[in-house]
C-alpha cells in the first residue's frame, strides 16, 4: 500500500440486506415523531423507518432481507415498497405485538391499539399469551379451545365459566375481576 505496509486480508459476510433512503418535507399533519413498521421474517422480510430531521424534513429508509425484498431506488418503486408496508386497512392482524416486552411497555402498545380501534373505527385482532394484559385491556376477548370458537367481553368470560373451562387442567384459577391465580 502507499504507506508500506500489506493490505489487511478482506472477509465478505453477506447479510443479503438492502435498503433505500429518501428525504421528504415534512408534513405537519403528522402526529407521530417517527415511525418504524417491520414484517415478521421470514413471511414479511420487508421494514421501514420515518424519523424527522434538520430543516423541517423527513428521511425514510426502507429494507428488505433477500434480493428479490431489496427495495427499489426509483420514485415509484420507493413509493410502491412504503405503501405496501402502511397500508389503510379497516382490519389490523397483529402476531404477539408485545412479545419480549416489559411490561409497561405491553401496556403502552395494548392502549395504543386500542385508541385505534375506537378512533380510527378498525378492528384489531392480535394474539398474545399475555391473558392478563388481554383482559385488562381489550373490549372483548376470542378464546380458541378444543377446536371451537368463543368470543365476548371479558365480563361474559368469566361470567359464564368460560375462562375456567378454556383453562381447566392448567392450574390457572380466575377471581370475580378476572385476575388470575396459579395453583401451587
Request: charged share 20%; aromatic share 8%.
Amino acid at each position: 500500500t502507499a504507506l508500506g505496509h500489506a493490505a489487511p486480508t478482506e472477509t465478505v459476510v453477506d447479510a443479503k440486506i438492502g435498503y433505500s433512503t429518501r428525504i421528504y418535507q415534512r408534513a405537519a399533519d403528522r402526529p407521530w415523531k417517527a415511525l418504524y413498521a417491520m414484517g415478521r421474517a421470514p413471511a414479511q422480510p420487508r421494514s421501514g423507518v420515518i424519523y424527522p430531521i434538520e430543516g423541517g424534513r423527513w428521511i425514510v429508509t426502507l429494507a428488505g432481507y433477500g434480493p428479490e425484498n431489496h427495495p427499489p431506488t426509483d420514485d415509484a418503486g420507493f413509493t410502491a415498497f412504503a405503501r405496501a408496508l402502511a397500508q389503510d386497512t379497516p382490519l389490523i392482524l397483529l402476531d404477539e405485538p408485545t412479545a419480549f416486552l416489559d411490561l409497561p411497555n405491553r401496556a403502552a402498545i395494548v392502549r395504543m391499539l386500542r385508541q385505534v380501534a375506537h378512533e380510527e373505527g378498525k378492528c384489531v385482532l392480535f394474539s398474545t399469551h399475555d391473558l392478563q394484559l388481554a383482559i385488562d385491556l381489550s373490549d372483548r376477548l376470542l378464546l380458541i379451545s378444543d377446536g371451537a370458537l368463543w368470543t365476548g367481553t371479558h365480563a361474559e368470560a368469566l361470567n359464564t365459566g368460560t375462562l375456567e373451562r378454556t383453562f381447566a387442567g392448567s392450574g390457572i384459577r380466575f377471581d370475580s375481576g378476572g385476575t388470575h391465580r396459579f395453583e401451587r
